[in-house]
């Protein structure tokens, strides 16, 4: 009982944390200077035709109309027209979204593969070179700006040896039927390679060194000291008795690392022209295309805020004395 | 632990010095020039610090090396110059449309449409455009040039508007409310392995319709596959607003005109056309014209696109036939076009632009959609008569059009891939690799040293009719002085620019109308060139004054002279 009242205690938190950030971002992009008639300049509308254009979009109204407007629309599910695209800004947010999150998901994995491995490795070889060695370039790794990165690897594997492409999803020029057919083949795998890598040598570092930390808490304990005594080999050691116990931390900072890699992800999809969210939310505020930028950040939000609610029940789950406060 | 006490102790003196020091420092600038202006020069009469807004560097070097080169330039004939970055939306809702700049640079794309120097004559200069939100961002007001616009713009008799628009670019080159600095050399490129014939236009490039109707494959590759680092967003013609939209639905729509690769009016649908009087155009259809989905394209369909933008009011299509009053079918396969007053770029800046609907698909839309719905609606797939056909879009990704094979102009390709790219240095490396075969892009210098050892790619070259202007505000001192912007204007170094900000290739502006706009331009104009004594001495004939520390004044009972007769 007191479990399903704490949860739901932290659902209308979040409900109540959402509705202030939608109400921030509506107001943010409408305080910022500029509209979205002034980015046309060039195709010569005139004065009428600019505020035949406000009309359109709903902008010629006082702002406060304006975010009633939104707010009912909203709560009926229907975020707004795109300025940019004509067509409804969820719809257009969502091509995109699928996109960031196959390349999310995929380097994600990737990188938590490689910390969870090397961590555990460097922190069972501890205070040797391979440990120094290690530990500097993972830093390394993770200080060199992403796009930089990208385009060593581009030069590398793209412009020197050309085995691997050098942006975009697929090959130009391919027809698909449908939505799987486009992703459910050798040359999508080719084109994902390079900008998951990036992304996941980058992200890469974070549960590496966590890993390791907590590895070397680990080992220090007195079962393994008995496995040792046991007669057990090594390997079977790191592998079953420490490495177990030693991921705990790192799951928790895998929730943190998802929220981060959705906005991240910006600099990956331009240096590899990945048709992703990142690089359409950067055009969505230059561009002060507002339904298309508020839905946009407004889905990151909820996507934040949902891990949050997760980790939260979670941890009152764990450890009940969370849900007493 | 004595070694921490040391540094302590040092890091007090060095703290303790350096408050002194500032204080010191600061002591006599305070003072000294107020007490020896005090005895020359009035404070009040100061010249104000001018605001010069440039981009960043990375959105746009040109505007950001140029405007701190001017700035540098200014401050040395004695105006202050502070220097503000900002983002182009906010550069453009505030000086473009909101008019409250002091000076700023904007680069006017030279588009076809603006081969009749309507747009830099009228639109630019006009006092009625001077208004918020009007393409007048000077403020320019002056009588005598005001008559000569208006004979301009309603003389149907070209030979006559050329003299006027002689006449107008002398006045715009002395009085200058806002002088062009350089026009751009577009370079671009393309695999002169696989296509000939790439044609170049006046302002476009080789975004130009003559390009794509013309390329000729040389291989079996016929689908030309072209990079470019903007991406296409609506392809509905009524609410079309990017460049890249526009280039894109002029291949798939046609109008009833088109302007051709020299800036003269070429009937397209358009058999015959006939300027009947002032206000009164008759217009023959071609036979035979075909949509992509095979019904015929009639006078029924050039009528109803025209009284369509009307009564949905689209914004694209009404602000190039606003002098349009009705269309009127007088025959099987003739129109009448009247006009509502005499407007004499009717023609090459209204009817070339308007590319004609099917009556059948819009009509049905417009019923289900309605007039909101109708303008915002996607328009997929995109059904024209134009010489290529929509074949797919996936936005971001890539963008297909085939060729329209029964077309009265019919492509030499099969087609076109258009690839949106995130970044130029994408587009040099698909050049090089041979993903793509064209670009509209401009080459920068360091690209094209990027590209000059592959054997396979030529460069094409052409001045760009359009030109980087610096916006001035004559709603302020003290640029309301004609006397102060032509000294303001001769500090500008536009040699300098062209060499270092543009890597030599530009042409250095004189008058609004390009050079290479052969029919338009005058070439019988002051040219004002960067000389800063010149300017000193513009500056000292009509009495401003300068301090001991080099500062500008106004001069002594100042009346603002506005132009220079």
Known sequence: MRLLKYITKRILVMLLTLFVLVTILFFLFRVVPGDPVSMFIDSGLDRESQELLLKHYGLDKPIGQQYIIYIKNLLKGDFGNSFQYGKSALEVIAERFCNTMILMVTSLIIAFFIGITAGAALAWKRNTKFDMIGTIIALIVRCAPIFWTGMILLSIFAFKLKILPLGGMNTPGMRFDNLLEKYLNFDFLKHLILPAVTAALYSAATPLLVMRTSMLEVIKEDYIELARAKGLKEKRIMRKHAMRTALLPVVTIFAVQAGFAIGGSVLIETVFRWPGMGREIVLAVSFRDYPLAQTAFLLIGVMTALFNLIADILYAYLDPRVALD | ?565
Not at chain 2, 341 to 370: D, T
Not at chain 2, 538 to 547: C, N
């Open chain 2, 1 to 565: 632990m004595k070694i921490k006490k040391i540094l302590v102790v040092l890091l007090v003196c060095v703290m303790v010095f350096s408050i002194v020091a500032c204080e010191k420092a600061s002591e006599p600038t305070d003072n000294q020039p107020v007490q020896e202006e005090s005895v020359v020069l009035n404070e009040a009469d100061k010249i104000p610090a001018l605001e010069m807004w440039i981009t960043s560097q990375t959105y746009d070097p040109v505007r950001y090396e140029a405007g701190i080169m001017i700035a540098d330039s200014w401050k040395e004939l004695g105006f202050d110059v502070n220097i503000t970055t900002m983002e182009w939306a906010t550069m453009s809702a505030e000086g473009m449309a909101g008019h409250k700049h002091d000076a700023f640079m904007i680069q006017w794309g030279g588009k076809s449409e603006r081969i009749d120097p309507f747009h830099w004559l009228y639109t630019m200069h006009y006092s009625g455009e001077g208004e918020e939100g009007g393409y007048n961002v000077a403020g320019y007001n002056n009588p005598k040039y005001d008559a000569l616009a208006e004979e301009f713009a309603t003389n149907m008799d070209t030979s006559v508007r050329i003299e006027k628009s002689a006449e107008m670019q002398k006045i715009l080159a002395s009085d200058v409310p806002q002088p062009p600095i350089a026009h751009r050399i577009l370079t671009q490129v393309y695999n002169k392995d696989k296509y000939d014939n790439v044609t170049p236009a006046m302002g476009e490039g080789l975004y130009s319709f003559w390009n794509w109707i013309n390329v000729t494959p040389k291989t079996d590759d016929k689908i030309i596959k072209f990079g470019s680092v903007l991406d296409i967003k609506l392809l509905n013609p009524l609410t079309t607003k990017t460049g890249q939209d526009i280039y894109m639905l002029n291949l798939i729509y046609d109008p009833l005109v088109r302007v051709d690769i020299k800036g003269q009016v070429v009937p397209w649908l358009a058999e015959s056309y006939d300027v009947i009087d002032d206000t009164t155009i008759d217009v023959t259809l071609r036979d035979n014209v075909k949509f992509h989905d095979g019904k015929p394209l009639t006078v029924e369909d050039v009528k109803f696109t025209f009284d369509f933008a009307k009564e949905v009011s689209s914004p694209y299509y009404l602000s190039k036939i606003k002098a349009l009053d009705s269309v009127e079918i007088i025959a099987e396969n003739e129109l009448r076009f009247k006009l509502s007053e005499p407007f004499a770029p009717f023609i090459s800046n209204g009817l070339a632009l308007v590319g004609i609907l099917p009556k059948h698909i819009w009509e049905k839309e417009y019923e289900e959609r309605g007039m909101e719905g109708i303008l915002s609606w996607e328009n997929l797939p995109t059904i024209g008569s134009g010489p290529f056909m929509f074949d797919y879009w996936r936005p971001n990704e890539e963008f297909m059009l085939t060729s329209n094979k029964e077309h009265f102009s019919a492509p030499k390709t099969d087609g076109i891939l258009r690839i949106p790219f995130t970044q130029s240095f994408g587009v040099v490396q698909s050049l090089k690799s041979g993903e793509i075969d064209i670009t509209g892009n401009n080459m920068l210098p360091l690209e094209l040293e990027e590209i000059a050892n592959a054997e396979h790619l030529q460069t094409v070259e052409i001045a760009d009719q359009g030109s980087y202007f610096l916006h001035y505000n004559m709603r302020k001192a003290p640029f309301n002085d004609v006397h102060a912007r032509r000294a303001l204007t001769m500090a500008i170094p536009k040699q300098a620019i062209v060499d270092v900000v543009f890597g030599g290739r530009a042409l250095k502006a004189y008058s609004v109308v390009a050079e290479i706009n052969e029919t338009w331009h005058n070439s019988d104009i002051e040219k004002i060139d960067y000389n800063m004594n010149n300017a000193k001495k513009e500056l000292e004939d009509a009495g401003f004054r300068w301090d001991e520390n080099g500062k500008l004044y106004f001069p002594e009972n100042y009346v603002p002279q506005e132009y220079l007769d």
